[in-house]
């Protein structure tokens, strides 16, 4: 590829730092999720970016050393994983490809299915494939996922301790009614430990170059096997990627892009970069305001829609 027709390169650093402050200040209407105690009690002004670019530039603004939980960031390399390991077919038959107009646990969504899970970047779907992930325990489960993500990425994800406890402090009960639900349709085996699996996987702790690295997991097939796979989870992420509001992003920005309710925000742009943004305060669906405005400025000023 000739490296003057990749847009996403004409970016500046002066630009970054102008839209991070931004980023910043639109952030402030957005509210912590109170669920989660722990997410409840972090700064909302942390901000955090870090862009890779497939011609190899970097960019990166605001804390680079701070850790945060992926929470459902985790989605899309969970898929990546079991499509991998297992095949389309089989993961298919575990969860859906169709997009959600309903919150990301909802249950009355999974119980209009009849139990069978609507797609795999809302919970009741990645709590399905968590069930899929090899080992006798959810430690082992988790571990699993995240040497192979640490090897594979060349990044560092650590299981926080603290957030898990936290998470294990206010068991969730949408999350518990969607495993008794999926249970009861036969897509979960065990479900303590499938729940435990997932709750442990959303809490793989990244830093904003951690997050950045798993994204070029998605830009750059390490071989060719990876090729349907990789794109199947960037199809999920434009369709799915944002829970009810992927459609209205989709017309607006038209990339793959998922969010995770710790403020993470995980962008692609294929053949030309990853984008990674971490911004806590979310807006009513769960996604990071501060994180959203960030990639609009990029994507619209760069003019780097699929789309276009
Ligand atoms: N949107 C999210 O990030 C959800 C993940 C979180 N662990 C939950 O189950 O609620």
Redo the contacts with the bound molecule.
């Keep these: 590829m000739n490296m003057e027709f990749n847009p996403l390169d004409r970016l500046t650093q002066e630009q970054v730092n102008t839209w991070v402050q931004e980023g910043q200040q639109r952030s402030q209407f957005g509210q912590l999720?109170s669920?989660?105690p722990q997410l409840a009690q972090v700064n909302p002004q942390e901000f955090g970016v870090k862009i890779l670019t497939l011609q190899g530039q970097s960019y990166q603004a605001g804390n680079q050393t701070l850790r945060f939980?992926v929470?459902?960031?985790i989605?899309c390399f969970l898929l990546l994983n079991r499509l991998l390991e297992l095949g389309q077919e089989r993961v298919f038959q575990q969860v859906g490809d169709q997009p959600s107009d309903q919150p990301?646990?909802s249950l009355e969504q999974l119980q209009s299915d009849g139990g069978w899970p609507r797609n795999p970047m809302i919970?009741s779907g990645?709590i399905a494939l968590a069930g899929l992930l090899p080992g006798q325990d959810a430690n082992s489960r988790c571990q699993y996922l995240c040497s192979w993500l640490n090897q594979f990425a060349d990044c560092q994800l650590v299981l926080d301790q603290d957030i898990l406890e936290s998470?294990r402090s206010a068991p969730?009960p949408?999350?518990l009614a969607l495993v008794s639900t999926l249970a009861a349709s036969g897509y979960l085996e065990h479900p303590d430990i499938t729940l435990d699996t997932?709750?442990q996987i959303?809490?793989l702790s990244a830093t904003i170059s951690d997050l950045a690295k798993l994204g070029w997991l998605l830009l750059q097939p390490t071989n060719p096997e990876w090729e349907s796979a990789i794109r199947i989870v960037k199809t999920l992420m434009i369709t799915c990627g944002l829970?009810e509001t992927s459609g209205h992003f989709a017309l607006k920005l038209g990339i793959p892009t998922k969010?995770?309710?710790?403020g993470?925000v995980l962008s692609i742009i294929p053949l030309q970069g990853a984008i990674a943004c971490y911004s806590p305060p979310l807006d009513p669906q769960?996604n990071s305001i501060g994180g959203l405005f960030f990639l609009e400025k990029i994507v619209k000023t760069l003019n780097l829609s699929l789309f276009n």
Excluded: E
């Excluded at 969010?259 to 710790?262: A, E, F, K, L």
């Design positions: 999720p669920y989660i939980p929470m459902s960031v989605k990301f646990n919970n990645a998470v969730n949408k999350n997932y709750n959303c809490c829970y969010s995770g309710v710790s993470a769960g």
